[in-house]
Every structure is written in structure tokens, then in C-alpha cells.
Nanobody
Framework: QVQLVESGGGLVQAGGSLRLSCTAS????????MAWYRQAPGKQRELVAT???????DYADSMKGRFTISRDNAKHTVYLQMNSLKPEDTAVYYC?????????WGQGTQVTVSS
């Protein structure tokens, strides 16, 4: 089992920045991919960024150049640096860990971008 705890959400003005954190605990050695997803009100959850155990990253097109996913292995923490935020980035952001065929989720952290 893997437990994920997100933090770092909040209210920011358009053009501002936030850094989200996701700290994993439990059987973290088996994690193959960490990812950030988001879900805006009335919309489906969508993939934001992924980071594999080998260090490869990928981003949704609308986040490329603005968001950066990274990790600190010693702290078992994955980060999402979000710059040039837009009102349409407003959503609950969720951390996800792939562990074999299993998928674990955090509780989510709210990001609100005001215009």
C-alpha cells in the first residue's frame, strides 16, 4: 500500500506561481510512475504531468512550458511547479502513484486562480 498526501494549494492571481507537493509513504519502492491530475468543477479528471522512476517526464499540451514535475527521492516527495497560472487552471489537483497494477491517489489540494 502507498499513502499520498498533497499540499501547497491555495489562491493565487493570474500570472502567479504555486508549488504543489506530494509526499508518499508505505511501500514506495514499488512505485513506477508518479503523476499529477486535476479536476475542475463539472469536468472530468485530466492528466497534468507524469514522472517515471527512470526520470522521464511528460506533460499535457496546455501545461508544457508552464508546469514542471520533479522529485526529491530522499523525501519521497514529488513536486509540481506551476508558473504563469491562468483562471482555467483552477481545479483540485491530485497526486497519483502507479504501483504495479495498482493505482493510489491522494486526497487532492485545491488550486484557485483569480483573474
Amino acid at each position: 500500500q502507498v499513502q499520498l498526501v498533497e499540499s501547497g494549494g491555495g489562491l493565487v492571481q493570474a500570472g502567479g506561481s504555486l508549488r504543489l507537493s506530494c509526499t508518499a509513504s508505505g511501500s514506495t519502492l514499488g512505485i513506477t510512475t508518479m503523476a499529477w491530475y486535476r479536476q475542475a468543477p463539472g469536468k472530468q479528471r485530466e492528466l497534468v504531468a507524469t514522472l517515471t522512476s527512470g526520470g522521464s517526464t511528460d506533460y499535457a499540451d496546455s501545461m508544457k512550458g508552464r508546469f514542471t514535475i520533479s522529485r526529491d527521492n530522499a523525501k519521497h516527495t514529488v513536486y509540481l511547479q506551476m508558473n504563469s497560472l491562468k483562471p482555467e487552471d483552477t481545479a483540485v489537483y491530485y497526486c497519483n502513484a502507479q504501483w504495479g497494477a495498482l493505482s493510489f491517489w491522494g486526497q487532492g489540494t485545491q488550486v484557485t486562480v483569480s483573474s
